[in-house]
């Protein structure tokens, strides 16, 4: 009787190692995914604020010192537009 309760203690402690392998193992996976997408987001948001300066200089080189609420407006409109792709649904 003794035999058989050591055994089933040795099934379930290889169960329980084995479970936290693979919890360790998605855990890991987990991380290694989030860890991409902050990657693709950092490299996302670089991009538009790249664009987003890119913009401005080349709007304030065409538009005059007169139409500089106009600018305002577009950056504006601009930011609205990126904010609405980026948005997750």
């Not at 392998?21 to 290694?32: Q, Y």
């Not at 991009?47 to 007169?66: E, F, L, P």
């Amino acid at each position: 009787m003794i035999i058989a309760e050591i055994c089933c203690f040795g099934k379930i402690f290889e169960e329980v190692e084995t479970v936290e392998v693979v919890r360790l193992l998605v855990l890991m996976l987990v991380c290694c995914c989030m860890f991409q997408l902050i990657y693709e987001c950092k490299e996302v948001l670089t991009a538009a604020v790249q664009m987003k300066q890119y913009y401005i200089h080349m709007v304030g080189s065409v538009v005059t010192s007169d139409d500089s609420d106009g600018i305002t407006l577009d950056i504006e409109t601009y930011e609205k537009d990126l904010q609405s792709m980026l948005e997750v649904s």
